[in-house]
């Protein structure tokens, strides 16, 4: 990796920390190029505002990469062993950035537009590409025939609000699920509905 790349890395794991810890209200650029051990002007040099920094962070650290990667894996899988690992590494994904997360939602409404707007896209961007995955399994006639965008945001939301879920029961020191018996769980109620055939 060239200095240029290990650079930028190091600012974008930094700034990550920090939007984790403090939110993006709270956190300056200048705090961050101290995190990564650079001066603010280099940081500029990357990444000319704060918005674009925070931009390409929630691009790098979403789940959108980590999807893309998964369905060029599992092409070629039965869609109920596909369907299992999209949501393993999706609740992997909100877990391992449940910080960013929780600290995303309470700073929501007080967020600029075009901040709202990069959070927006990323999500709308991954529902696509599930949505797409989906459709092919339509085409194969693996699937029946209903619309794509809302199966995907159906299955991706089922998972979100489990999680959600699992953290308030962690705050108040509720028993926990198995997450493999949850996973299995919702692919086959996604899978088969919930009507008796």
Same mark, same amino acid.
């Given at each position: 990796?060239?200095?240029?790349?290990?650079?930028?890395?190091?600012?974008?794991?930094?700034?990550?920390?920090?939007?984790?810890?403090?939110?993006?209200?709270?956190?300056?650029?200048?705090?961050?190029?101290?995190?990564?051990?650079?001066?603010?002007?280099?940081?500029?040099?990357?990444?000319?505002?704060?918005?674009?920094?925070?931009?390409?962070?929630?691009?790098?650290?979403?789940?959108?990469?980590?999807?893309?990667?998964?369905?060029?894996?599992?092409?070629?899988?039965?869609?109920?062993?596909?369907?299992? !690992?999209?949501?393993?590494?999706?609740?992997?994904?909100?877990?391992?950035?449940?910080?960013?997360?929780?600290?995303?939602?309470?700073?929501?409404?007080?967020?600029?537009?075009?901040?709202?707007?990069?959070?927006?896209?990323?999500?709308?961007?991954?529902? !696509?590409?599930?949505?797409?995955?989906?459709?092919?399994?339509?085409?194969?006639?693996?699937?029946?025939?209903?619309?794509?965008?809302?199966?995907?945001?159906?299955?991706?939301?089922?998972?979100?609000?489990?999680?959600?879920?699992?953290?308030?029961?962690?705050?108040?020191?509720?028993?926990?699920?198995?997450?493999?018996?949850?996973?299995?769980?919702?692919?086959?109620?996604?899978?088969?509905?919930?009507?008796?055939?």
């Amino acid at each position: 990796m060239s200095q240029t790349a290990k650079t930028k890395q190091r600012i974008l794991e930094s700034a990550l920390k920090l939007f984790s810890q403090k939110g993006y209200l709270g956190t300056t650029t200048k705090e961050i190029a101290r995190e990564a051990g650079i001066a603010e002007v280099t940081l500029f040099r990357y990444f000319p505002s704060k918005e674009l920094l925070f931009g390409e962070v929630i691009n790098t650290y979403s789940f959108l990469p980590t999807l893309k990667e998964i369905l060029e894996k599992i092409k070629e899988e039965p869609c109920e062993k596909g369907l299992k !690992i999209i949501a393993h590494e999706f609740i992997k994904m909100l877990e391992s950035k449940k910080d960013l997360i929780k600290i995303m939602h309470s700073e929501m409404q007080r967020y600029p537009e075009e901040i709202k707007k990069i959070y927006e896209n990323i999500i709308e961007n991954t529902i !696509i590409l599930l949505a797409e995955y989906l459709k092919k399994l339509q085409e194969k006639k693996i699937l029946r025939n209903f619309d794509s965008i809302f199966g995907a945001r159906a299955f991706l939301g089922m998972f979100f609000s489990y999680f959600y879920a699992k953290e308030i029961k962690e705050w108040l020191n509720l028993k926990k699920e198995n997450t493999e018996e949850i996973i299995n769980a919702y692919v086959d109620i996604f899978l088969k509905g919930i009507l008796k055939s």
